[in-house]
């Protein structure tokens, strides 16, 4: 059903006109106590042997929404509600930014892929703080994403990830620092260990001395040589960071028509993704939490990404071809793949065909 509207209705407006439209829609669901409920109890991944552990924070399920969607914390209970295991917000920086000039936002139906400029459109640190705040009517475990604000110069980029985070990390149940989107210039200088280390200690520091220390998590881009995603796996080890997150869009054309600019997420960034995990894995072995980002369509991908060392997988522009149950489906079809393979426990397949 959702497919036909998809193709008969929805392809026929701008994205980001439809995206606006269905934000609005979820904020309506998140502030209608009963019916969120009820969506809730429906949807929400409720079956035991799905539920896995990562930085000390206990998951419903190993499945959650990529940053990138709700992009000011105002769909967080609406996307728990739909059946996501943990969403995660933004990006969000320190000041507010209208992003960059539309259009923005590209379908490629063939591919089954998103090409995005966005560049962090956002309210603001403070905006998101507030809503962030407020009393939540179910459960929702919320990631918070920050990157750096578009006009802030590099050098000053420690101060403004470290003004995001004072204000954001008390409210998350985990923090990302974004050095990888293609969005906003010289933001993917930052992954150079050299740039990294500071940045990522300051950040720490802030994560370290929230009431409950908020674990602190770095995402990176697909487009890193594979020595560049070892030196941040061992900087990540060294600084003790919770986790990585891997990957976020890449500005490779591979395997696709548009020469549109920005960052290309969806079905072609499939196997890169995989492959980092791959390499990530076999670099910090359990060392560090994965978050597998990336291509990610069905069971079948979120299974894959589990063997391959993934303790969480996530994803977003499926769901544009997908529907509103997406989340829902595949947590139902994880579990009745566990059933059928007779595991109890979802840590008994993580990292199985790791090398």
């Keep these: 059903m959702y497919r036909f509207v998809f193709t008969q209705v929805l392809s026929r407006f701008d994205p980001e006109d439809v995206h606006h439209l269905t934000i609005n829609a979820?904020?309506?669901?998140?502030?209608?106590?009963?019916?969120?409920?009820?969506?809730?109890?429906?949807?929400?991944?409720?079956?035991?042997?799905?539920?896995?552990?990562?930085?000390?924070?206990?998951?419903?399920?190993?499945?959650?929404?990529?940053?990138?969607?709700?992009?000011?914390?105002g769909c967080v209970e609406a996307m728990s509600a739909l059946g996501f295991s943990?969403?995660?917000?933004?990006?969000?920086?320190?000041?507010?930014?209208?992003?960059?000039?539309?259009?923005?936002?590209?379908?490629?139906?063939?591919?089954?892929?998103?090409?995005?400029?966005?560049?962090?459109?956002?309210?603001?640190?403070?905006?998101?703080?507030r809503v962030l705040g407020r009393a939540r009517g179910v459960p929702a475990i919320v990631g918070v994403n920050i990157g750096k604000t578009k006009v802030v110069p590099e050098s000053e980029a420690v101060h403004d990830y470290v003004a995001s985070a004072k204000q954001l990390a008390p409210l998350a149940d985990y923090l990302v620092v974004n050095v990888s989107s293609p969005n906003t210039p010289g933001l993917r200088d930052l992954q150079a260990v050299e740039l990294l280390r500071p940045l990522l200690r300051a950040v720490k520091e802030v994560a370290d001395s929230t009431p409950k220390r908020t674990p602190l998590l770095v995402k990176i881009a697909p487009d890193l040589a594979d020595?560049?995603?070892?030196?941040?796996?061992?900087?990540?080890?060294?600084?003790?960071?919770?986790?990585?997150?891997?990957?976020?869009?890449?500005?490779?054309?591979e395997g696709v028509s548009s020469t549109e600019t920005g960052g290309l997420s969806g079905r072609p960034l499939k196997a890169r993704s995989l492959e980092v995990l791959r390499r990530l894995r076999g670099r910090?072995?359990?060392?560090?939490?994965?978050?597998?980002?990336g291509g990610v369509e069905d069971v079948d991908d979120v299974w894959e990404r589990l063997l391959a060392g993934a303790t969480l997988v996530q994803g977003y522009s499926a769901m544009i071809y997908e529907g509103p149950l997406w989340a829902h489906r595949i947590h139902r079809e994880l579990a009745r793949r566990l059933r059928r393979h007779r595991v109890s426990d979802l840590r008994e397949i993580i990292g199985r065909t790791a090398t």
């Design 26 to 73: 979820l904020r309506l669901l998140s502030v209608t106590p009963v019916v969120k409920r009820l969506v809730h109890r429906r949807l929400a991944p409720r079956d035991p042997a799905l539920r896995v552990q990562a930085f000390g924070v206990h998951f419903p399920g190993p499945f959650g929404l990529a940053a990138g969607f709700d992009k000011d914390a």
């Design 284 to 293: 910090v072995g359990d060392g560090l939490v994965l978050v597998s980002v």
């Design 227 to 253: 020595a560049d995603v070892d030196a941040v796996a061992d900087l990540a080890l060294e600084l003790g960071l919770d986790g990585i997150i891997a990957t976020n869009t890449t500005i490779s054309r």
């Design 86 to 129: 943990h969403v995660e917000v933004g990006t969000i920086t320190a000041h507010a930014q209208p992003g960059n000039a539309r259009p923005r936002l590209f379908r490629l139906p063939r591919e089954r892929a998103i090409i995005n400029r966005m560049g962090f459109n956002n309210a603001g640190a403070s905006a998101a703080a």
